[in-house]
């Protein structure tokens, strides 16, 4: 079994930058694919970023809207979220994820860290 496990979060104004990581530890996480979910407070888990275990390559929610880049070093089993141009809607507890689909469905994930608040606020 794996462990995910998040940081990077805080408090930012609109308009600023965070950076999150999501360390593996345990079994080694090959062969998954991984992503990033949020959830704020009386709203369901939303798919923020995926990112393949096979060719790097990635996908983003609607609400990206081209601030956030994911990434991912399968070496150092860890992934990264670059977030830029946070709005106040942005303000979630953030969740890394892994499992063995393509899917934008928290469904579709077996393994899941225990999440990192980011607040957004002016």
């Known amino acids: 079994q794996v462990q995910l496990v998040e940081s990077g979060g805080g408090l930012v104004q609109p308009g600023g930058s965070l950076r999150l990581s999501c360390a593996a530890s345990g079994r080694t996480f090959s062969g998954y694919n991984m992503a990033w979910f949020r959830q704020a407070p009386g709203k369901e888990r939303e798919f923020v970023a995926r990112i393949s275990w096979s060719d790097f390559s990635t996908y983003y929610g609607d609400s990206e809207n081209g601030r956030f880049i994911i990434t991912r070093d399968n070496a150092k089993n860890t992934v990264y979220l670059h977030m830029n141009s946070l709005k106040l809607e942005d303000t979630a507890l953030y969740y890394c994820?892994?499992?063995?689909?393509?899917?934008?469905?928290?469904?579709?994930?077996?393994?899941w860290g225990q999440g990192t608040q980011v607040t957004v606020s002016s």
């Open positions: 994820a892994g499992g063995r689909s393509d899917t934008t469905s928290p469904w579709g994930y077996d393994y």
